[in-house]
C-alpha cells in the first residue's frame, strides 16, 4: 500500500487525556473491535512533530529512526527495527507525518492488520495546534475522570521515569487538570471530538463504548461486536507497565469511582479543591472540602501541610532544572508547544 492509498483509507485518530484517567481501560475496550486499532504509549509523536519536518536523505530518516527506537515505551511496541526500515525502503517519507504513517502502518500490521480506525495513544493535549495542521481530518477522544481520583491515583502509582510516585502535591495535580480541561474547552469548536467521562464508562460501559466506535466509524456497532474480553490489548503492555495497569482486564470496578474520597487526606482534598472547585462543578463534580460547615479545618496544621508541599515543589522544580539542564533540546520543545496551546 503506497503512502497515498493509506491516507485515503485508513482513519488516524487520537486519544488525548491525563494520565491515570483510565485510558489504559478505555483503549483495551475499543480495541476488542475488529475495526479498531489502539497503540500503545509511546512519545515519539511529540518528539517527530517538534522535531525536523522534512527529510532531505536517507540519513536524516535512518538517524531519526535510530532516535525512536532509544525510548524505552517504543521498544514495548515491539516493532522489529528490520520490518520498520523495509516499509521505510519500500515507501521512503519525504516529512514527518509520512514516518508516522509509516510507523503505525507497521505496528498495526503485525498487532490489527484489518483495522481501518489507527487510534494513537498521545496523552498529550499541548499537541492539539500541531496535530491539527498534520493531521487536519483526525478525529480526537478525550477520556477524563474526577480530577481528586486522578491525583490519588497518581499518589500510587510510580512513575517508570523517575521511580517516584507520579504526583504527591495535589496542588501541582489540581492545576494540570485544570489545565488540560481548559485546552479542550478552548479546541472543542475547532476540532471533531468527543468526550467521555470515565465515571459513565465505568457505570455504563455498553452505551458508552458503542457511543465511542459511532463516533469512530460513523455507525453503531452490533450488540455480537461488543465484549469486555481485553486480554488481547493487555497483552500487548509491556511487563515493566503492567504495575500501573493492574484492572484494566478486569470487569468495571464501580466501588473505584469515589475511592478517593476514602484514600487521600482531608488536607490533600481541601487543597485540591481549593485550586480547582470551579473547574470540578463546571464538569459535573460535587464538592465536598470546601466550603463545608461541618469540616473543622485545624489551621496551623494546614499551614504547616502547605509548608511541607512548598518544600517538596522546590525539589521537585530542582530536579527539572538538573534533567533539562542535560536535556536542553527537550526542554525547548515542551516550553514551544506549551507556549503555542497557550497563544492559540
Known amino acids: 500500500m503506497i503512502l497515498m492509498d493509506m491516507k485515503l483509507t485508513k482513519k488516524i485518530c487520537f486519544l488525548i487525556y491525563d494520565n491515570r484517567s483510565g485510558s489504559t481501560y478505555l483503549s483495551a475496550l475499543?480495541?476488542?473491535?475488529?475495526?479498531?486499532?489502539?497503540?500503545?504509549?509511546?512519545?515519539?509523536?511529540?518528539?517527530?512533530?517538534?522535531?525536523?519536518?522534512?527529510?532531505?536523505?536517507?540519513?536524516?530518516?535512518?538517524?531519526?529512526?535510530?532516535?525512536?527506537?532509544?525510548?524505552?515505551?517504543?521498544?514495548?511496541?515491539?516493532?522489529?527495527?528490520?520490518?520498520?526500515?523495509?516499509?521505510?525502503?519500500?515507501?521512503?517519507?519525504?516529512?514527518?507525518?509520512?514516518?508516522?504513517?509509516l510507523i503505525l502502518e507497521s505496528y498495526f500490521s503485525l498487532y490489527k492488520p484489518n483495522a481501518s480506525c489507527w487510534l494513537y495513544k498521545c496523552g498529550n493535549p499541548y499537541l492539539i495546534k500541531r496535530l491539527k495542521i498534520n493531521f487536519p481530518d483526525a478525529k480526537y477522544i478525550f477520556i477524563y475522570r474526577d480530577g481528586r481520583s486522578v491525583f490519588c491515583s497518581k499518589k500510587k502509582a510510580i512513575s517508570l521515569t523517575s521511580n517516584r510516585p507520579m504526583e504527591e502535591d495535589p496542588i501541582i495535580a489540581a492545576k494540570i487538570w485544570k489545565k488540560y480541561l481548559k485546552i479542550i474547552r478552548e479546541n472543542e469548536n475547532k476540532i471533531d471530538i468527543h468526550k467521555v467521562k470515565y465515571e459513565e464508562?465505568?457505570?455504563?460501559?455498553?452505551?458508552?463504548?458503542?457511543?465511542?466506535?459511532?463516533?469512530?466509524?460513523?455507525?453503531?456497532?452490533s450488540e455480537d461486536k461488543i465484549n469486555f474480553n481485553m486480554?488481547?490489548?493487555?497483552?500487548?503492555?509491556?511487563?515493566?507497565?503492567?504495575?500501573?495497569?493492574?484492572?484494566?482486564?478486569?470487569?468495571?470496578?464501580?466501588?473505584?469511582?469515589?475511592?478517593?474520597?476514602?484514600?487521600?487526606?482531608?488536607?490533600?482534598?481541601?487543597?485540591?479543591?481549593?485550586?480547582?472547585?470551579?473547574?470540578?462543578?463546571?464538569?459535573?463534580?460535587?464538592?465536598?472540602?470546601?466550603?463545608?460547615?461541618?469540616?473543622?479545618?485545624?489551621?496551623?496544621?494546614?499551614?504547616?501541610?502547605?509548608s511541607k508541599l512548598i518544600v517538596r515543589r522546590l525539589k521537585v522544580q530542582f530536579r527539572k532544572v538538573f534533567y533539562y539542564a542535560f536535556h536542553p533540546i527537550h526542554a525547548w520543545k515542551k516550553i514551544i508547544t506549551k507556549l503555542e496551546t497557550n497563544l492559540s
Open 30 to 101: 475499543l480495541d476488542t473491535f475488529d475495526e479498531i486499532g489502539v497503540t500503545l504509549e509511546s512519545p515519539f509523536l511529540f518528539n517527530l512533530l517538534t522535531g525536523k519536518k522534512n527529510y532531505k536523505s536517507e540519513i536524516d530518516v535512518e538517524r531519526t529512526v535510530k532516535n525512536i527506537y532509544t525510548d524505552k515505551q517504543f521498544q514495548g511496541w515491539k516493532v522489529p527495527v528490520d520490518y520498520l526500515n523495509r516499509q521505510i525502503v519500500a515507501k521512503p517519507p519525504k516529512k514527518n507525518t509520512d514516518l508516522i504513517y
Open 201 to 221: 464508562l465505568i457505570t455504563d460501559p455498553t452505551q458508552e463504548i458503542s457511543k465511542i466506535f459511532a463516533f469512530l466509524m460513523g455507525f453503531m456497532p
Open 231 to 306: 486480554g488481547s490489548y493487555y497483552n500487548k503492555i509491556p511487563s515493566s507497565q503492567l504495575k500501573l495497569h493492574p484492572n484494566v482486564a478486569k470487569k468495571p470496578l464501580i466501588s473505584r469511582i469515589d475511592g478517593w474520597k476514602r484514600e487521600i487526606e482531608v488536607n490533600e482534598a481541601y487543597f485540591y479543591e481549593k485550586t480547582a472547585a470551579p473547574i470540578l462543578k463546571l464538569w459535573g463534580y460535587e464538592i465536598y472540602y470546601l466550603p463545608d460547615p461541618n469540616l473543622k479545618i485545624n489551621k496551623i496544621e494546614m499551614l504547616s501541610y502547605r
